[in-house]
């Protein structure tokens, strides 16, 4: 068991369970974000459903946060853990890499502020830059 993925869930007060705890553990030990499918592929001793629940859990409880995606499928990313906020909200910049297709959180980048028509109100923004990612230069 992974001690750093128990630590978050209880965190969250959320229940440990070994899908949990695999799918944050998968989160930390990466450098990206993932898909569901990604995520089923990984660990096929779950179903589609379990590791559906368990991202919605994830997302949820201000763990993880969904990428907005060209494709349609929807991509997940770790929020920074350092922070002491349960409350976290997607404030930083996601680059796309048109080569490999990876996608990646700028989390030391700040979304530049918007502004919107009066009496639009603001929830969440979503900026994705697409360009070539170092490894693809």
């Known amino acids: ?3 750093a993925s128990i630590a978050i869930l209880k ?3 959320l229940r440990i369970t070994d899908c949990r705890v695999h799918v944050v553990k998968h989160f930390l030990e990466g450098n990206g974000v993932y898909s569901q499918r990604d995520l089923e592929n990984k660990y096929r001793q779950y179903d589609r459903v379990t590791i559906y629940r368990t991202l919605n859990n994830l997302l949820q409880a201000g763990v993880l946060h969904r990428i907005p995606n060209e494709s349609g499928m929807a991509t997940y990313g770790l929020f920074d853990q350092s922070s002491t906020s349960k409350h976290r909200f997607d404030n930083h910049i996601h680059f796309k890499c048109n080569r490999c297709g990876q996608i990646e959180c700028l989390d030391d980048r700040e979304v530049p502020q918007v502004s919107v028509p009066k009496g639009y109100s603001v929830e ?3 900026l994705i830059i697409d360009g070539t990612c170092p490894s693809c230069t």
């Open 1 to 3: 068991m992974s001690e």
């Open 11 to 13: 965190f969250h007060n």
């Open 124 to 126: 969440r923004v979503n």
